[in-house]
Nanobody, 120 residues
């Protein structure tokens, strides 16, 4: 299993920026996809961003152009740079990582979550 530890959340004003980190430890091999879901108050969970082992990334329409994913392989960490934040970005953000184990089984690990609040 992979343990995922998130950090970087906090309170920021509209238009501001935050960078979330998701650091993997433990059995970190064979991770082919990592990303973030978020769930705001009274909202459905949505996938906001993900990055594949190839480096390909994609984004929800709601954040495209404002959020970007990057990775530091040496640190086994991915980052979510969030710019031009809006109040509707307020949510708990949950990192995930997908691994292939035992030949074909796909396991998803989850971070503990980090809260982002965009408010005046």
């Amino acid at each position: 299993q992979v343990q995922l530890v998130e950090s970087g959340g906090g309170l920021v004003q509209p238009g501001g920026s935050l960078r979330l980190s998701c650091a993997a430890s433990g059995m970190i091999i064979s991770i082919y996809e990592m990303g973030w879901y978020r769930q705001g108050p009274g909202q459905q969970r949505e996938l906001v961003a993900r990055i594949f082992s190839t480096g390909v990334d994609n984004y929800a329409d709601t954040v495209k152009g404002r959020f970007s994913v990057s990775r530091n392989n040496a640190k086994n960490t991915i980052y979510l740079q969030m710019n031009s934040l809006k109040p509707e970005d307020t949510a708990g953000y949950y990192c995930y990582g997908d691994q292939i184990k035992d030949g074909s089984q796909i396991f998803r690990s989850w971070g503990q979550g980090t809260d982002v609040t965009v408010s005046t």
